[in-house]
Each structure stands twice: as structure tokens, then as C-alpha cells.
């Protein structure tokens, strides 16, 4: 079972460059997320889609784009790279089942640095 | 979304039960509880959660104080491999908002 799938798992930018984070989940879900960590945090959301065709700010959007392509998909885009932007992302999905709130799924994981 | 407080970080030796204690005095009646840990370079992974009343599960238990304001993962005998970081999350009733503060980072010692 893979799970949520994300690629790239490590990219080094350079400051101004774009690039685009790849996210698939296998299981069906409905809702998908993406989120950032620095070092010593705790993770914090970007952007999130509920469900096909929709997606949502998080608490931290500025210099972020994403797109759910499918019900499986959805990626991450940086159009512009900021040193700022050096951290760990992470996608994860979810089912939000009647009566109850349904667990994350998180993917491994990708290092990117922005020099 | 309600804030949760957690110790920054907590000792355990290994075959020894740990209580990981987490506080929610803002919790609303439609907050679930949930907990997740995250291993060294990896995702978090879900480990329990609860409305009301106390859980259990292969992983954990989750106690849930009376009034709601706190909650207890308990491990129930810890291995070295539940050295992670642990988060409260309080979650509303279909939200899609999962607030992940800084954590407790477990360390268990041979």
C-alpha cells in the first residue's frame, strides 16, 4: 500500500527560482493538505482542498499556489523561491467520515532548500 | 481553533508506562482530541483521539478528564521506538483545520 505519495523527497532552489511539489494519495480520499515544518516546529498548514475542485488558505499561503488535478492529486507550487521558504513539506489526506473527524495520512516528506 | 499547551519535552525508560499530558481549557463541546506522533524524518502518524469519553487502542490510551480541559496519552509500556514527537490536536467536528503546536518530544532511555 503506498499511501500518499510525494516527489520530489529533496530539491535545492536557488532564490527566485519555481518549482512544484508532486502529491498523490491511493486511498481514495476526499480531502488533501499540504503542510510546511522549520526545524524545531510544529507543522503548519498551507493550503488544504476539502474536496475535488476546491482548495482553501491555510495559516500560512503567501508565496504558495496548488491545484487539485484529481480526486488523487494535488501539488504544491512555489513560483518565485524565497530563502524563507527552506523546510520540510508534507501532504497528507483524510476522509471526513459521518460522526467522526477521520485521521490524517502523511506522505515521507520533501527537503527543500532555498539558497 | 482552541489552543493546546504540552510540555516542550519528557524522559521515559523503556518497559515503563508514560502519561503525556496535554491541556485544552478553550475546548468547545465539538472538538475531537487527537493525537499524532512524529518519528525522526518522518510524517506524523496518527496514534488516537476522542470526544468524551476515554479510548484505547493497540498503540495507546487516551484519557479524558471530566470537564475536557485536559486530556493523557498514555503508553502503556514504552519501547525505544516510541521516541518522537508527540502533538495534541484539538479537531472540529468535520474541520479540516489540523492546528499542530511545537509538541512533546519523548525520549526513552534504555
Known amino acids: 500500500n503506498a499511501g500518499v505519495t510525494q516527489t520530489p523527497k529533496f530539491q535545492v532552489l536557488k532564490t527566485g527560482q519555481s518549482m512544484t511539489l508532486q502529491c498523490a494519495q491511493d486511498?481514495?480520499?476526499?480531502?488533501m493538505y499540504w503542510y510546511r515544518q522549520d526545524p524545531g516546529m510544529g507543522l503548519r498548514l498551507i493550503y488544504y482542498?476539502?474536496?475535488?475542485?476546491?482548495?482553501d488558505k491555510g495559516e500560512v499561503p503567501n508565496g504558495y499556489n496548488v491545484s487539485r488535478l484529481n480526486k488523487r492529486e494535488f501539488s504544491l507550487r512555489l513560483e518565485s523561491a524565497a530563502p524563507s521558504q527552506t523546510s520540510v513539506y508534507f501532504c497528507?489526506?483524510?476522509?471526513?467520515?459521518?460522526?467522526?473527524?477521520?485521521?490524517?495520512?502523511f506522505g515521507e516528506g520533501s527537503r527543500l532548500t532555498v539558497l | 481553533d482552541a489552543k493546546t499547551t504540552q510540555p516542550n519535552s519528557m524522559e521515559s525508560n523503556e518497559e515503563e508506562p508514560v502519561h503525556l499530558p496535554c491541556n485544552h481549557s478553550t475546548i468547545s463541546g465539538t472538538d475531537y482530541i487527537h493525537w499524532y506522533r512524529q518519528l525522526p524524518s518522518q510524517g506524523p502518524e496518527y496514534v488516537i483521539h476522542?470526544?468524551?469519553s476515554n479510548v484505547n487502542n493497540r498503540m495507546a490510551s487516551l484519557a479524558i478528564a471530566e470537564d475536557r480541559k485536559s486530556s493523557t496519552l498514555i503508553l502503556h509500556r514504552a519501547t525505544l521506538r516510541d521516541a518522537a514527537v508527540y502533538y495534541c490536536i484539538l479537531r472540529v467536528r468535520y474541520g479540516q483545520n489540523f492546528v499542530f503546536g511545537p509538541g512533546t518530544r519523548l525520549s526513552v532511555l534504555p
Open positions: 497528507a489526506s483524510s476522509e471526513v467520515l459521518a460522526g467522526d473527524t477521520g485521521e490524517l495520512f
Open positions: 482542498s476539502a474536496s475535488e475542485g476546491t482548495t
Open positions: 476522542g470526544l468524551t
Open positions: 486511498m481514495n480520499h476526499n480531502s
